[in-house]
């Protein structure tokens, strides 16, 4: 199946630093990421639609000046959470699905972001 | 966006076959439905997906009656490895759908 990555898969920052992550398709090419925030025995919740070459639609709540979302190749979509505080600590996960391909998302492994 | 609704938590044995139903009530003539499992601290993995009828692959089956407003997933004779939450889906077919997962369903599998 097709295969997504995110790197890191764990960060501990200090407060005030910014911080990004990298979500790649290592097999496919995908028009469209999406990226989600999980917090401790809670759901997926969508945070936003990236998309190659244009800019990300964000869901209603999340602040686009500081989750950057940047989706500059096929395979390559960045989140950067900027003047990350404590609150923001928390799982991040991608997904992508594949251009033109089966209708099912591929998640990465997720991303531990702690902000001391 | 088709909203479902699923049990928050499911316990069973292991050997035993587990049933998880979803219910997906204003799905849309073109939507898929979707299983996921998800362990903590990793991302959800595929496990199946259907339109209609049954569907069957290695690991588990979906029933998906005529109506489609609701889907079971069917995991035989489950292990403890099971344990994990299981989250229904439903989405369309164009490459900009987003998914707004539920609470999903917590199953524990005891020994």
């Known amino acids: 199946g097709a295969v997504v990555s995110q790197h890191p898969s764990w960060v501990i920052c200090k407060s005030g630093t910014s911080v990004k992550i990298e979500c790649r398709s290592l097999?496919?090419?995908?028009?469209?990421m999406f990226w989600y925030r999980q917090f401790p025995k809670q759901s997926l919740m969508l945070m936003a639609t990236?998309?190659?070459?244009?800019?990300?639609?964000?869901e209603q709540g999340v602040e686009k000046d500081k989750f950057l979302i940047n989706h500059a190749s096929l395979t390559l979509s960045t989140l950067t959470v900027t003047s990350a505080h404590p609150e923001d600590s928390s799982f991040y996960i991608c997904?992508?699905?594949?251009?033109?391909?089966?209708?099912?998302?591929?998640f990465g492994p997720g991303t531990r972001l702690t902000v001391l | 966006l088709a909203k479902t609704t699923q049990p928050i938590s499911m316990d069973s044995y292991e050997g035993q076959e587990v049933n998880i139903t979803c219910s997906h009530n204003?799905?849309?003539?073109?939507?898929?439905i979707t299983w996921y499992q998800q362990f903590p601290s990793q991302g959800p993995r595929f496990i199946i997906q259907?339109?209609?009828t049954k569907v069957t692959n290695e690991v588990a089956s979906l029933f998906i009656p005529a109506d489609r407003k609701s889907s079971t997933l069917s995991l035989p004779r489950v292990s403890l490895s099971d344990t994990a939450v299981y989250y229904c889906?439903?989405?369309?077919?164009?490459?900009?759908?987003?998914?707004?997962f539920g609470t999903g369903t917590r199953l524990k599998v005891l020994a």
């Open positions: 997904s992508a699905r594949e251009t033109g391909g089966p209708y099912e998302q591929f």
């Open positions: 097999d496919f090419q995908a028009t469209t």
């Open positions: 990236s998309n190659e070459g244009s800019k990300a639609t964000y």
């Open positions: 204003n799905i849309a003539t073109n939507d898929y």
């Open positions: 259907g339109y209609k």
């Open positions: 889906l439903v989405g369309g077919t164009s490459g900009t759908y987003k998914y707004i």
